[in-house]
């Protein structure tokens, strides 16, 4: 399924170990955080109205890591795993190992954060 060592975009590269270590990483959180969120919409409905905004705010978030991390897996499968989406650049795998489903660089996703704040549209 995978190239020998290395993940390659032209010049851009991960290694295979470090992807195949994430992917199944990946697999597991969502496995984990989809069955969270199952338990958690559960009691949430038999809960109606005593949760807080905090608690709400964090389910939604809980929901949207599943996605992100299908995502990840796709951009493994499809060898376009570890470049960033904004510039192309190889993401540091310092960073992947923190946060495995990262889709851009530190200075891209720094920029993206910025631009947020400010209430700009992003440029990716």
Do not use: D, W
Request: net charge positive; aromatic share 4%.
């Amino acid at each position: 399924m995978y190239g020998h060592s290395l993940f390659t975009n032209g010049a851009k590269m991960i290694s295979f170990s470090l992807a195949r270590q994430l992917e199944t990483q990946l697999q597991r959180r969502r496995k984990y955080i989809v069955a969270t969120i199952r338990s958690q919409r559960c009691q949430a409905g038999a809960m109606t109205g005593l949760l807080s905004a905090a608690e709400i705010a964090l389910l939604r978030n809980k929901s949207a890591e599943p996605n992100k991390i299908q995502a990840a897996l796709q951009r493994i499968k499809t060898r376009t795993y570890g470049n960033c989406l904004a510039c192309g650049a190889v993401i540091a795998p310092q960073r992947l190992r923190l946060h495995p489903t990262a889709e851009r660089c530190q200075s891209c996703q720094a920029a993206l954060e910025s631009s947020q704040r400010q209430g700009l549209e992003p440029n990716s």
